[in-house]
């Protein structure tokens, strides 16, 4: 079969490898591996224009920069994902003293967060290679992305979770009809375990930071945020400013890796600066790029915002990179800051799960500590929806009053 991409290229001693020779990362030392593209023969053919000028709502609008075919679906979820809306809260950005604030909101995909950009790609790719199950570990959102996209195309998945993911998600997984396996134990060793099980059963696995496709459907999201605000800025204007909520690190690369195909290409005059937001309670990736080296320790994480509660984030070094290499940084804040950043979120109709409401926190952070200027051209990646985990978002507003069937009551109420 022939390859929509050159070669593999290893993160860390930036080996290379055919697309046949490799499954995940590299045999040498375990680093991620970056999927590389003919960027020389893409820009023979492509041009900014025929890249936008394809009618689909969906990251398959990007099927010419992407490493795989259109694996068909058409009128399924799996045609759904990506393509998601960039919101201008005036309000909230006059609140914030910011001159230009977007916020793209990845709620509207078809399971509800961004990993659904991941799961498509790597469905595709489970195609070509004729995997017949595909396997992740998640803390909820990558698995049920996983469950939604393969149940749209009729694909068996095989999700292993941690026992205490939040009930929505964990229904998503059920619903979907994966083989959902429930760990008693956390993350971490959930993605162990899946590996083993990989290995054993001769599975095809999705995993965050182990197969090197999910930074490739990730990065659909800087192409987004390219066409939908980047080409609209002044020229004069400052590179745009994305805050980006980091657990494994997969979403921080893969929007970098996105921006660097489009400079490869030479359509990205300015490359944007890239903020990773970490809770204080799973900081790893923020400890280390504050050290100024890439030596990943493992935390003992704690946070509240599930998605991004990671020991030992398995894209580390590449995160680190993507803030370092385009003059961002790191960024932590306390679980009490993503709860106010949710209650923020919603004040402008946004209903954020506490990891994606983690990035707009790092925002007034970021102000208030002057990392980020009121005339920087600004925008919020807010990765999943606030119905994902309703404990976290009733912990993040005061509760309603209950009253007595009667105009007595309500008026005591409005007082
Ligand atoms: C997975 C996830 C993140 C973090 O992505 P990483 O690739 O693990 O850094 C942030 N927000 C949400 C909603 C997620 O599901
Ligand atoms: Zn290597």
Redesign the pocket.
Do not use: L, R
């Given at each position: 079969m022939k390859q929509k991409f050159s070669h593999y290229e290893c993160s860390i001693c930036g080996a290379n490898y055919n697309p046949g020779e490799v499954t995940y990362t590299c045999p040498k030392d375990g680093g991620n591996l970056n999927v590389i593209l003919d960027y020389a023969a893409l820009n023979k053919n492509l041009t900014p224009d025929k890249f936008m000028d394809i009618p689909e709502a969906s990251l398959w609008r990007y099927i010419n920069l992407l490493p795989v075919e259109d694996p068909g679906g058409f009128a399924t979820p799996l045609h759904r994902a990506g393509w998601t809306p960039v919101y201008q809260p005036k309000r909230l950005a006059k609140k914030l003293g910011l001159k230009h604030l977007w916020i793209k909101d990845?709620s509207p995909n078809p399971t509800a967060?961004?990993?659904d950009r991941a799961s498509a790609i790597v469905v595709a790719r489970a195609q070509e290679i004729d995997a017949e199950v595909i396997v992740a570990a998640s803390?909820g959102?990558?698995g049920a992305a996983l469950a939604g996209m393969a149940a749209a195309i009729g694909a068996k998945a095989v999700i292993f979770a941690p026992k205490t993911a939040p009930p929505a998600k964990i229904a998503q997984l059920i619903v979907f009809g994966a083989q959902v396996l429930l760990v008693d134990g956390n993350y971490d060793q959930a993605f162990d375990l899946s590996i083993e099980a990989t290995q054993n059963f001769g599975w095809y696995n999705r995993n965050?930071?182990y197969n090197p496709f999910t930074a490739e459907g990730?990065k659909t999201a800087a192409f987004e945020i390219w066409e939908q605000v980047i080409r609209g800025l002044p020229e004069n204007e400052k590179p745009l400013t994305i805050f980006i909520?980091?657990?494994?690190?997969?979403?921080?690369s893969g929007v970098h890796k996105g921006f660097k195909d489009l400079q490869a290409l030479g359509w990205l005059p300015n490359m944007p600066r890239i903020i990773g937001v970490q809770s204080e309670g799973s900081a790893a990736i923020a400890n280390t790029f504050h050290q100024g080296d890439e030596d990943i320790k493992p935390v003992q994480a704690t946070t509240l915002a599930d998605?991004?509660s990671?020991d030992l984030?398995r894209?580390g070094v590449r995160?680190v990179r993507a803030a370092r290499d385009t003059g961002g940084t790191y960024i932590t804040v306390p679980d009490s800051a993503i709860l106010e950043a949710i209650a923020e979120l919603g004040q402008v109709g946004i209903f954020a799960?506490p990891?994606?409401s983690?990035a707009y926190a790092g925002l007034v952070k970021a102000l208030e500590e002057a990392i980020v200027q009121p005339e920087d051209p600004v925008l919020v990646l807010s990765?999943?929806s606030g119905l994902k985990d309703v404990k976290a978002a009733m912990q993040a507003v005061a509760a309603a009053p209950v009253i007595e069937p009667n105009l007595e009551a309500v008026k005591k109420v409005l007082q």
């Open positions: 990845e967060s961004f990993k803390t959102n990558a965050t930071g990730k909520p980091v657990g494994d690190g997969n979403i921080i998605s991004i990671v984030p894209d995160a799960e990891a994606a983690t990765t999943g």
